[in-house]
């Protein structure tokens, strides 16, 4: 499978606190990308992270790479409301697994 | 970041016509883009990818003559869905990529709805 999958399938933390989501992939990757989906839009790119990375960072955001593991995890502190929204990882393929659907509640 | 156009963002149509799904990268050139088809609730299914001045690649399952897809410019890719039936209403997704190692940029999303 060329998709990433998404772990949990739902999350629902409070304002201020982390948010941690995990991505498994199968195949041997170039680069590893998560997005960021709002209910009835087109997805946002958060962070592109290349396969000789480890970790990179970009504001709240914190993704990291486990090559040897296909994994990646992407980690949103100090959560708002408005980080409300579904949240995938994709291969260079872009092909897409069924997101974390995380819910930041006020 | 990079702006990708889709229109029109709603349609309705009658079972039996045409419908046409524009895609444009407005300030890049996108040697590859994608199409998806997303039901509610549920994640993007990739349909095809094209490259440029090339052949659409579809996704098992896709009908090619029925999802028409043309990619005859760097910043311009079509997709129209060919004598639509009520069970092709669904939300599709373009998005588009400068090269294959960077991120892709996600058109806003059609919705076609076929009565």
């Known amino acids: 499978s060329q998709q990433g999958e998404e772990d949990p399938q739902a999350l629902s933390i409070q304002e201020g606190e982390n948010a941690t989501m995990n991505c498994s992939y199968k195949t041997s990757i170039n680069n590893l990308q998560w997005y960021r989906q709002n209910s009835g839009r087109g997805l946002v790119h958060l962070i592109l992270i290349r396969s000789n990375e480890r970790e990179k960072h970009s504001g709240r955001l914190r993704v990291t790479l486990d090559t040897s593991k296909k994994s990646s995890s992407l980690l949103i502190t100090a959560s708002r409301a408005a980080d409300t929204a579904s949240y995938f990882c994709a291969t260079e393929k872009l092909v897409f697994g069924k997101g974390t659907k995380l819910t930041v509640n006020p | 970041g990079a702006v990708v156009s889709q229109h029109p963002s709603r349609v309705i149509c009658k079972s039996g016509t045409s419908v046409k799904i524009e895609c444009r990268s407005l300030?890049?050139?996108?040697?590859?883009m994608f199409w998806y088809r997303q039901f509610p609730k549920q994640s993007l299914m990739l349909m095809a990818t094209?490259?440029?001045?090339?052949?659409?690649?579809?996704e098992q399952g896709v009908e090619k003559d029925k999802f028409l897809i043309n990619h005859a410019s760097l910043t311009l890719s079509t997709l129209t869905v060919t004598s639509a039936h009520p069970e092709d209403s669904s939300f599709y997704i373009c998005?588009?990529?400068?090269?294959?190692?960077?991120?892709?940029?996600f058109g806003q999303g059609t919705r076609l709805t076929v009565v």
């Open positions: 998005s588009a990529r400068e090269h294959g190692d960077t991120e892709a940029f």
């Open positions: 300030d890049f050139q996108a040697t590859t």
């Open positions: 094209s490259n440029e001045g090339s052949k659409a690649t579809y």
